[in-house]
């Protein structure tokens, strides 16, 4: 494996892997730790097969483009614009989220600190940042990726070492809360915005990206299945919806600073990434004034927080369900458009996913979606 491969696999892997992680022990243990665990192993793997085809819809097309550039490219101006529309809600959710996230963590490292105020804090400095820019931040993707993955597997580690783990904390079957862990597991999991920069980091070895898609897909597999076995296996019923807050309420001072801590520097990083990704798309195709950019960036997920959206899983749920579920729809789509055209560039792999397949993923996007829309709802 030669180093373009490792930071293409460290680029799917980063983007992926973020604060979205935090919220599946909660709904994993509502639905049940079998339920929850086929959740991810079968979402985990529908999103991968997805971004297969994202791949070999770019292997296939001239040029470098992003999600609304294919879009466009292959659904016309209307899939253009519901491709931006889906990205920046699925990022306004995001940043929501984090914002409820990181003060609940700070709160959980300095307890004197009520979590509004923390989440005040965190995003006056994530968003001054994001004015301001960080270059820093934004070519570390190889060594964040790899960090975050470390952490992870040391927190599995420690926590499952704990004399306090137990199997008889994993919870039991809840077929009323079955569909729960959708949304979320399934926000977890986005990161097809990274497959395009992946063909420009494999430069002349793009054969690669076939195989560097799986890696990049499994690694979140196995990690969030055993971060979750791990948290569930101390709190069982009980875990928080934050699930580093239980880690430090029953494993000591220590963890409680170093996994409240991971999470918030996943939440800052993650809320950085997305936040200047949304700022350049409001700059370079809609031409918006750079201030301007930012303040639309910035003051949506700020003025939602402030009007009372406080729960970190409701908001992961619905943005990964309708989201989530409205970007992997339209990239179904773009991958069958781009078969049946002339290809451009004879690409390195093609996915033959049959009519079958292809209506079986779409149709899990779209209940996901109506699912998401109804529970809001109150229905």
């Known amino acids: 494996m030669n180093k373009r491969f490792l930071e293409a696999v460290a680029t799917l892997t980063g983007t992926t892997m973020g604060a979205?992680?935090?919220?599946?022990?909660?709904?994993?243990?509502?639905?049940?730790?079998a339920i929850g665990l086929a959740h991810i192993i079968i979402i985990g793997a529908a999103v991968m097969l997805v971004n297969?085809?994202?791949?070999?819809?770019?292997?296939?097309?001239?040029?470098?483009?992003?999600?609304?550039?294919?879009?466009?490219?292959?659904?016309?101006?209307?899939?253009?614009?519901?491709?931006?529309?889906t990205m920046a809600a699925g990022i306004y959710g995001a940043l929501l989220a984090y914002i409820i996230g990181a003060g609940t963590s700070l709160s959980a490292i300095w307890p004197q600190l009520p979590p509004v105020a923390g989440s005040i804090i965190f995003f006056a400095i994530a968003s001054a940042i994001i004015y301001f820019g960080l270059e820093a931040v934004e070519k570390s993707e190889l060594l964040l990726a790899f960090l975050t993955v470390a952490i992870i597997t040391i927190i599995i580690v420690a926590t499952i070492a704990s004399d306090k783990f137990s199997a008889a904390n994993f919870t039991k079957t809840s077929f009323g809360n079955a569909f729960l862990?959708?949304?979320?597991?399934?926000?977890?999991?986005?990161?097809?915005?990274?497959?395009?920069?992946?063909?420009?980091?494999?430069?002349?070895?793009?054969?690669?990206?076939k195989r560097a898609i799986i890696i990049g897909g499994l690694v979140p597999i196995v990690l969030y299945s055993l971060f979750t076995v791990a948290v569930i296996g101390i709190s069982g019923a009980a875990t928080s919806?934050?699930?580093?807050?239980?880690?430090?309420?029953?494993?000591?001072?220590?963890?409680?600073?170093?996994?409240?801590?991971?999470?918030?520097?996943?939440?800052?990083?993650?809320?950085?990434?997305?936040?200047?990704?949304l700022k350049e798309m409001y700059v370079y195709d809609y031409k918006l004034r750079r201030n301007a950019a930012w303040i639309l960036t910035c003051i949506v997920p700020l003025a939602a927080f402030m009007l009372g959206v406080k729960s970190f899983v409701a908001?992961?749920?619905?943005?990964?369900?309708?989201?989530?579920?409205?970007?992997?729809i339209l990239l179904i789509r773009m991958h069958s458009?781009?078969?049946?055209?002339?290809?451009?560039?004879?690409?390195?792999?093609?996915?033959?996913?049959?009519?079958?397949?292809?209506?079986?993923?779409?149709?899990?996007?779209?209940?996901?979606?109506?699912?998401?829309?109804?529970?809001?709802?109150?229905?």
């Open 20 to 33: 979205g992680m935090l919220g599946i022990p909660y709904v994993v243990a509502r639905s049940g730790t």
């Open 52 to 85: 297969l085809l994202l791949g070999e819809v770019v292997l296939r097309t001239k040029g470098n483009h992003q999600l609304t550039g294919y879009a466009g490219k292959y659904l016309g101006s209307t899939g253009k614009r519901l491709m931006a529309i």
């Open 181 to 209: 862990p959708y949304g979320v597991v399934l926000f977890a999991f986005l990161g097809a915005v990274a497959i395009p920069e992946m063909k420009e980091e494999l430069g002349k070895s793009r054969a690669l990206l």
């Open 241 to 277: 919806q934050i699930a580093t807050t239980d880690l430090g309420a029953r494993l000591g001072t220590l963890m409680a600073v170093f996994a409240n801590l991971f999470a918030v520097i996943a939440m800052g990083t993650s809320f950085i990434a997305l936040g200047l990704a």
């Open 315 to 328: 908001v992961l749920g619905i943005a990964g369900a309708v989201a989530g579920g409205t970007e992997g």
């Open 337 to 379: 458009k781009a078969q049946n055209r002339r290809t451009e560039i004879k690409p390195a792999y093609a996915i033959k996913t049959g009519r079958l397949l292809a209506a079986a993923l779409t149709a899990m996007f779209l209940i996901g979606i109506i699912y998401a829309i109804t529970k809001a709802a109150g229905g």
